[in-house]
């Protein structure tokens, strides 16, 4: 493809693109293809000869748009959104032109400068303290996915905890101790914790123990339950030495107790505290939000992800942390032609602050989008989608016949039970077998895409109002939708609804 054919197909994908953005709400939002559908509809080898722009182009629509869950269609109230935006676009596009393998500050300089900004930027917009600043001795770092967040910070919270403890012995008394500590590591995270955590502890060769959450307290984790872990964990002769507190579970969007955690953690410089706030962090831009950061000071770090919220594709996992040489102590590894020829101090490589050696230029679409919004818009956007969300929460608490709101919602989601028409022993299993049904009913049908998940042994219906395309009117089809398939279930029950679909 030359210059001249570019320019052509640029032409015809930037109108499919806006097309297909102005026609989302008529698409159906969930595909119905079957596993294995595309291996059936494309040759089993690469084509020998190139082919034309045109030929290939139609495939997006004749084949992988029939395998397509539309996440930014106003129907699309499934999981936590995947927003983009045309600037996002955009920084992708020049990201992609300018084709870098940003390994360090030598390879191209703004890659690296621009992240540092940008991460500024943001970490004022959402009232970090200034201890995760860049001027001081912390900063902000890209990374891929809270996934990848979570398991650079428990490497990094692992290797501080083992430099703190064997700093004292040389040889190969220091290195015994290693092994003696490393066996003994627990790291722990709420019931209500994302799994990165459980799984970066898989990942990191260490333990991993889960600190009780309960409904009365809509799952957030509290001081006290964090307290009689640590015990319970010391007494069995482990070493708790990471924790994941989050903002924003993914079952309820629980907000864990921060200040009862800095309470109990304020004289242990064992563990680490990561907040996770990968979803309901961006709220954190509107200042009826910012009071959740006041204890963001007495931990380690802190990570949120503007490609869930913020009108930034995938990847843009934004990584804070309050001393970054605990990451680059953890993470370096120099090599001969990896060296800058400068030798400024005032260098970052941002590859001692990550899993990866290379990285792409991800800053660039993050700054295209902050520029393009404001940070006025992004408050306007994330207000915009609760109000919308409380006015769903409110018509679900409309209908108590049919639906109980399981915790308080948050951050533009609901989740709720269906009710049984009678309260009898078993009443839970009842609720659960009930909302499934209505789950399962809903799923069918198509209309809409939402998702379910169990907390506490609960089954709930979770409902998320906060994709780019949000409006009121598709949150009363939802609900509508809802309310049918739920009579429906409930009339079976009464009469002879089939006991296999329960």
Not at 88 to 98: D, H, N, Q, R
Request: proline share 4%.
């Amino acid at each position: 493809m030359d210059s001249d054919e570019f320019r052509k197909a640029m032409s015809a994908a930037a109108e499919e693109i806006i097309q297909y953005n102005e026609t989302l709400a008529e698409r159906p939002v969930r595909s119905r293809v079957a596993p294995g559908y595309l291996k059936k509809l494309l040759p089993n080898s690469a084509p020998e000869e190139g082919e034309e722009w045109e030929e290939i182009q139609k495939d997006i629509e004749s084949k992988i748009m029939p395998g397509m869950n539309h996440w930014n269609s106003p129907r699309f109230m499934a999981w936590f959104p995947a927003p983009t935006s045309y600037p996002s676009m955009l920084g992708e596009l020049y990201s992609s032109a300018l084709s870098v393998s940003a390994f360090n500050w030598e390879c191209a300089p703004a890659v690296t400068e621009l992240e540092i900004v940008v991460m500024d930027w943001l970490a004022k917009a959402l009232n970090l303290p200034a201890c995760y600043l860049s001027s001081g001795e912390g900063g902000g770092v890209i990374q891929g996915t809270t996934s990848e967040a979570v398991l650079t910070t428990m490497v990094a919270a692992r290797d501080r905890f083992l430099r703190q403890k064997t700093d004292h012995l040389v040889g190969e008394d220091k290195e015994e101790a290693m092994m003696w500590y490393t066996a003994r590591l627990v790291a722990l995270g709420s019931e209500a914790s994302h799994t990165c955590t459980r799984k970066a502890a898989m990942i990191a060769g260490v333990r991993y123990q889960a600190v009780p959450v309960s409904i009365d307290d809509d799952f957030s984790m509290k001081g006290s339950m964090l307290q009689r872990t640590l015990e319970t964990c010391r007494k069995a002769g482990l070493e708790p030495f990471f924790l994941t507190a989050t903002l924003g579970t993914t079952g309820t969007c629980a907000v864990d107790k921060f200040d009862e955690i800095a309470e109990v953690l304020h004289d242990d410089r064992d563990i680490w505290v990561h907040v996770d706030a990968a979803y309901a962090g961006s709220a954190l831009v509107c200042e009826e939000y910012q009071h959740l950061t006041k204890n963001f000071a007495s931990f380690d770090s802190f990570s949120m992800t503007m490609s869930k919220w913020l009108l930034t594709n995938l990847d843009a996992c934004c990584l804070f942390v309050s001393k970054c040489h605990h990451l680059t102590n953890a993470l370096s590894i120099d090599a001969a032609y990896l060296r800058n020829n400068s030798d400024s101090r005032e260098i970052t490589d941002f590859r001692h602050w990550q899993i990866p050696l290379s990285r792409r230029f991800r800053a660039l679409k993050i700054w295209f989008v902050m520029r393009s919004y404001g940070i006025s818009g992004f408050r306007a956007y994330i207000r915009n989608h609760i109000s919308i969300g409380n006015l769903f929460s409110s018509l679900v608490m409309s209908r108590p016949d049919l639906f109980r709101i399981v915790t308080r919602p948050a951050f533009a989601l609901t989740v709720f039970q269906v009710v049984p028409p009678t309260i009898e022993a078993g009443s839970t299993a009842k609720a659960n077998a009930l909302t499934k049904a209505v789950y399962e009913g809903v799923y069918r049908n198509g209309e809409i895409m939402i998702t379910s998940t169990i907390v506490g042994g609960i089954y709930i219906i979770r409902v998320v109002c906060a994709n780019p395309n949000t409006e009121e009117k598709y949150m009363r089809l939802a609900f509508d939708v809802l309310v049918e398939t739920a009579e429906k279930v409930l009339e079976g029950e009464r009469g002879d609804w089939p006991k296999a679909r329960l």
